[in-house]
């Protein structure tokens, strides 16, 4: 009795299912997509219908039993098999035997209380285990020689006077990048530029990205200037900022 009222519940409620199914297949029909009211009620009726039969079939479809076997067998489990008591096996003269030194020395040999001490562990090192070989060091390389080495004209230096460089950028045609070119070359101070000559001009214009700049720019002049105590463009707009 109580399998049948299952039964019947699982199929109504198959058919709930699909009456509400259909009902919003029909609701969407009608709002999204227009359908007249007889075409949405006759679309949600075949949807209710389908689905009805498809889940009450699956639903009240009773579940076939395991081939070979009743359900009684089932519900049933085998009893557990009790476990065979073991032996234990009593212990033969041959282990026993095995236990007990079969030479016992008579007398102790020299130096075996020193042997016995000695306790370690000990390791056989082959030729697997050898050491890598040290890597070889890359040998240094060597500085390039700079511009300012070599050939240079007469009073241009490897660093500034006293370690305190003038201000070169006050020359005006004379920027951060171009201040250290002049560096690089051993100028550093506004008397050395002051007093370059013409193969002097010559020499470091050759090594300048834009040829003619000293002379186009007049650095000499700006240069004695400055060393004078003076201002030129550069450094009066300096001084403003």
């Given amino acids: 009795m109580d399998n049948n009222q299952g039964l019947i519940g699982m199929a109504l409620g198959s058919w709930l299912v699909a009456a509400a199914a259909g009902a919003l297949v029909a609701i969407l029909l009608w709002v999204l997509g227009s359908w007249s009211f007889m075409q949405g009620a006759f ?9 009805g039969a498809v889940v009450s079939w699956i639903m009240t479809r009773p579940l076939p039993a395991p081939q070979g076997r009743t359900p009684a067998a089932v519900d049933k489990p085998a009893p557990a ?63 390039a020689p700079t511009a300012a080495s070599g050939d240079r004209p007469a009073g241009f230096s490897d660093a500034a006077r006293e370690g305190v460089a003038d201000d070169l950028k006050l020359i005006s045609g004379v920027g951060p990048k171009l201040e250290e070119t002049l560096n690089s070359l051993g100028i550093w101070h506004f008397d050395q530029v002051a007093g370059l000559k013409k193969k002097d001009i010559a020499w470091v214009d050759e090594r300048l990205r834009f040829k003619g700049r000293i002379e186009r720019d007049d650095w000499v002049g700006q240069a004695k200037t400055l060393a004078k105590g003076g201002e030129t463009e550069a450094s009066k707009k300096k001084r403003k900022s």
């Avoid at 234990?88 to 035997?97: E, L, S, V």
């Avoid at 095995?98 to 008579?106: H, N, Q």
């Avoid at 070989?133 to 040998?139: D, G």
């Fill in 81 to 143: 098999a009790a476990p065979k008591a073991v032996p234990k096996a009593a212990p033969t003269a041959t282990a026993a035997a095995s236990i007990e030194p079969k030479v016992k020395p008579t007398t102790r040999l020299p130096g075996q209380e020193d042997l016995a001490a000695r306790k370690g562990s000990w390791k056989y090192e082959g030729a697997a285990e050898a050491k890598p070989a040290p890597k070889k060091k890359a040998p240094a390389k060597k500085a």
């Fill in 43 to 51: 679309m949600g009726f075949v949807v209710f219908a389908v689905l």
